[in-house]
């Protein structure tokens, strides 16, 4: 168990339409990270939030964006989603641990855009 | 640019032997970190192990143990006595170790499906 929680666990949308992801990480967890991953391949870094700031983005246009609140909860919304944006979300919270940071993944939620 | 390479999409091994899974990596950043994930059906990624560049011995968690050879760019996991448990996807990852502020995001290779038989 790494203590960190992705809600809802599946969701189908509809091209055009905006979702929104939540993440709920560990007391202590400043840092989360946001992956899309497509059926077959590794996960693809979308962005990073670190005390509720921004703190680097992977090559995702502007429609995907990013919050993080004082909780450790964390949202990644969608806007006009496509049939492309069908994936595996995932959200990672990282610790320091023996001086090096591990990022630690929750579940997961699987999106299907119809 | 970084790049993680896993050339064995799938692997077999039989219940309690060793099998060693493949990476090989590129950077041009002296300072960086290589990981293993496992990543069941259920998709969540587990975390196994972690090798720093700088580390002088190779690291051990348990049944894991990551052959790096640093001059190859390689860091391959090892699992030893599998598991039927062990059947899942494994990736391997790395992220350039900047301090300061900068982002530590993860490079993923495509990962290598492992079949434990009994």
């Known amino acids: 168990e790494t203590g960190v929680t992705q809600s809802p666990t599946h969701l189908i949308k509809t091209r055009g339409q905006q979702v929104t992801l939540r993440c709920s990480s560990q007391s202590g967890h400043n840092t989360v990270s946001w992956y899309q991953q497509a059926l077959g391949q590794g996960p693809q870094f979308i962005f990073q939030?670190?005390?509720?700031?921004?703190?680097g983005r992977g090559n995702f246009p502007p429609r995907f964006s990013g919050l993080q609140f004082p909780n450790y909860s964390s949202e990644l919304n969608v806007n006009a989603l496509e049939l492309d944006d069908s994936a595996l979300y995932l959200c990672?919270?990282?610790?320091?641990?023996?001086?090096?940071?591990?990022?630690?993944f929750g579940p997961g939620t699987r999106l299907l855009v119809l | 640019a970084q790049k993680i390479t896993q050339t064995q999409p799938g692997m077999f091994v039989q219940e309690k032997e060793a099998v060693t899974l493949d990476c090989t990596y590129d950077?041009?950043?002296?300072?960086?970190?290589l990981f293993w994930y496992k990543q069941p059906s259920s998709g969540e990624m587990i975390f196994l192990i972690y090798q720093g560049s700088y580390d002088q011995q190779n690291a051990t968690e348990g049944r894991y143990s990551l052959n790096f050879q640093k001059a190859r760019k390689s860091a391959n996991l090892v699992i030893s006595a599998s598991q039927l448990g062990d059947s899942a996807m494994y990736f391997c990852a790395m992220r350039e170790e900047n301090y300061g502020g900068a982002t530590n995001k993860l490079i993923f290779g495509t990962g290598t499906l492992l079949a434990v038989q009994p």
């Open positions: 939030y670190y005390r509720e700031e921004e703190n």
């Open positions: 950077t041009s950043d002296p300072s960086y970190g």
């Open positions: 990672a919270s990282s610790l320091v641990v023996a001086g090096t940071e591990t990022q630690y």
